[in-house]
Protein backbone atom coordinates (compact mmCIF):
# COMPACT_ATOMS: atom_id res chain seq x y z
CA UNK A 1 0.00 0.00 0.00
CA UNK A 2 0.87 3.34 -0.13
CA UNK A 3 0.07 6.64 1.60
CA UNK A 4 0.19 9.88 0.49
CA UNK A 5 0.17 12.30 3.20
CA UNK A 6 -0.74 16.62 2.46
CA UNK A 7 0.43 19.36 4.87
CA UNK A 8 0.72 23.01 4.55
CA UNK A 9 -2.76 24.22 4.27
CA UNK A 10 -4.53 26.90 6.17
CA UNK A 11 -5.83 30.60 5.45
CA UNK A 12 -4.39 33.29 3.89
CA UNK A 13 -5.25 36.60 2.77
CA UNK A 14 -5.91 37.43 -0.65
CA UNK A 15 -2.45 38.02 -2.63
CA UNK A 16 -0.44 35.90 0.23
CA UNK A 17 1.56 32.94 -0.08
CA UNK A 18 1.45 28.98 0.86
CA UNK A 19 3.74 26.27 0.39
CA UNK A 20 2.24 22.61 0.34
CA UNK A 21 4.12 19.34 0.83
CA UNK A 22 2.84 15.61 -0.08
CA UNK A 23 5.49 12.52 1.14
CA UNK A 24 4.70 9.40 -0.10
CA UNK A 25 5.65 6.22 2.48
CA UNK A 26 4.23 2.95 2.56
CA UNK A 27 5.49 0.34 -0.19
CA UNK A 28 7.06 3.05 -3.36
CA UNK A 29 8.71 0.41 -5.37
CA UNK A 30 8.17 3.76 -8.80
CA UNK A 31 5.50 6.23 -8.17
CA UNK A 32 5.29 8.37 -10.61
CA UNK A 33 3.45 11.37 -12.10
CA UNK A 34 3.11 13.01 -8.97
CA UNK A 35 0.72 15.98 -8.55
CA UNK A 36 -2.10 18.45 -7.36
CA UNK A 37 -5.50 18.31 -7.47
CA UNK A 38 -8.11 20.68 -5.69
CA UNK A 39 -11.96 20.10 -5.28
CA UNK A 40 -13.82 23.33 -4.22
CA UNK A 41 -17.81 22.80 -2.51
CA UNK A 42 -20.36 22.10 -5.12
CA UNK A 43 -17.75 21.30 -8.10
CA UNK A 44 -15.41 18.67 -9.25
CA UNK A 45 -12.28 17.51 -8.58
CA UNK A 46 -9.73 19.55 -11.07
CA UNK A 47 -6.02 19.45 -11.75
CA UNK A 48 -3.55 21.91 -10.22
CA UNK A 49 -0.25 20.98 -11.34
CA UNK A 50 1.37 17.79 -12.14
CA UNK A 51 5.28 15.89 -13.41
CA UNK A 52 3.89 13.47 -16.16
CA UNK A 53 5.68 10.39 -16.39
CA UNK A 54 8.59 12.00 -18.53
CA UNK A 55 9.09 14.07 -15.99
CA UNK A 56 7.89 17.95 -17.53
CA UNK A 57 5.15 19.44 -16.13
CA UNK A 58 1.17 20.68 -16.24
CA UNK A 59 -0.55 23.12 -15.16
CA UNK A 60 -4.22 24.31 -14.76
CA UNK A 61 -4.54 27.92 -16.79
CA UNK A 62 -6.03 29.43 -13.81
CA UNK A 63 -2.65 28.81 -11.85
CA UNK A 64 -0.13 29.41 -14.14
CA UNK A 65 2.73 32.09 -13.35
CA UNK A 66 1.42 31.64 -9.68
CA UNK A 67 1.65 28.61 -8.92
CA UNK A 68 5.09 26.51 -9.17
CA UNK A 69 5.11 22.43 -8.71
CA UNK A 70 8.76 20.82 -7.26
CA UNK A 71 10.32 17.79 -6.19
CA UNK A 72 11.47 17.58 -2.50
CA UNK A 73 14.84 16.88 -1.68
CA UNK A 74 13.60 13.67 0.39
CA UNK A 75 12.84 11.09 -2.58
CA UNK A 76 9.04 10.90 -3.18
CA UNK A 77 8.04 13.67 -1.86
CA UNK A 78 6.43 17.18 -4.02
CA UNK A 79 5.85 20.60 -3.24
CA UNK A 80 3.33 23.00 -4.90
CA UNK A 81 4.56 26.86 -3.98
CA UNK A 82 1.40 28.94 -4.30
CA UNK A 83 2.07 33.01 -4.70
CA UNK A 84 -0.81 35.67 -5.12
CA UNK A 85 -3.50 34.01 -3.74
CA UNK A 86 -6.89 34.05 -4.82
CA UNK A 87 -10.59 33.51 -3.01
CA UNK A 88 -11.09 31.26 -5.78
CA UNK A 89 -8.15 29.53 -4.65
CA UNK A 90 -10.13 28.08 -1.64
CA UNK A 91 -10.35 24.58 -1.93
CA UNK A 92 -9.76 21.26 -0.68
CA UNK A 93 -6.24 20.35 -2.44
CA UNK A 94 -5.08 16.45 -2.99
CA UNK A 95 -2.08 14.93 -3.81
CA UNK A 96 -1.82 12.46 -6.14
CA UNK A 97 0.20 10.16 -7.56
CA UNK A 98 1.02 6.49 -9.62
CA UNK A 99 2.54 3.20 -8.93
CA UNK A 100 1.80 -0.18 -11.10
CA UNK A 101 -1.66 1.18 -12.65
CA UNK A 102 -3.16 2.28 -9.25
CA UNK A 103 -3.61 5.68 -8.79
CA UNK A 104 -3.53 6.87 -4.90
CA UNK A 105 -4.56 9.41 -3.52
CA UNK A 106 -4.14 11.73 0.14
CA UNK A 107 -7.04 12.53 2.44
CA UNK A 108 -6.60 16.39 1.24
CA UNK A 109 -5.45 19.95 2.87
CA UNK A 110 -7.68 22.58 3.35
CA UNK A 111 -6.44 26.06 1.39
CA UNK A 112 -8.78 28.81 2.34
CA UNK A 113 -8.17 32.48 1.00
CA UNK A 114 -10.31 35.18 2.66
CA UNK A 115 -9.63 38.82 4.06
Known amino acids: QVQLVESGGGLVQPGGSLRLSCAAS????????MGWYRQAPGTQRELVARFTSGGSTNYADSVKGRFTISRGNVRNTVHLQMNSLRPEDTAVYYCNGWQWGTEYWGQGTQVTVSS
Open 26 to 33: GSIFSIHA
